[in-house]
């Protein structure tokens, strides 16, 4: 059962979860994420008003981002990304 298993774990890790198309998209989706962070690290006011720190401190404000970021479903990460940097080549059904 155990080498039935490793097997199986094997195809599924060359064939999906490591394939090309796949981990083209994964490479996508960190380069919106890394530019999301970077556009609310510029100007944190683009952070909605009740996520922000009332201080503006920065590591309150980085956790804010991160939080902010985290938080957001892939379709509104990419049209964040859209509106605030620019088109992101994504599959449709993504």
Excluded: W
């Excluded at 404000?61 to 080549?89: K, N, S, W």
């Amino acid at each position: 059962m155990a080498a039935a298993e490793r097997q199986l774990k094997a195809y599924l890790y060359k064939n999906m979860y490591q394939s090309a198309p796949l981990t083209a998209v994964q490479e996508k989706a960190k380069t919106v994420l890394a530019g999301l962070f970077a556009a609310y690290r510029a100007d944190p006011s683009l952070i909605p008003i009740q996520r922000r720190p009332a201080d503006g401190a920065l590591v309150p404000t980085l956790r804010a981002i991160c939080d902010f970021v985290a938080g957001m479903t892939d379709r509104y990460a990419i049209t964040q990304h859209r509106q605030l940097i620019g088109p992101v080549e994504l599959p449709e059904a993504f």
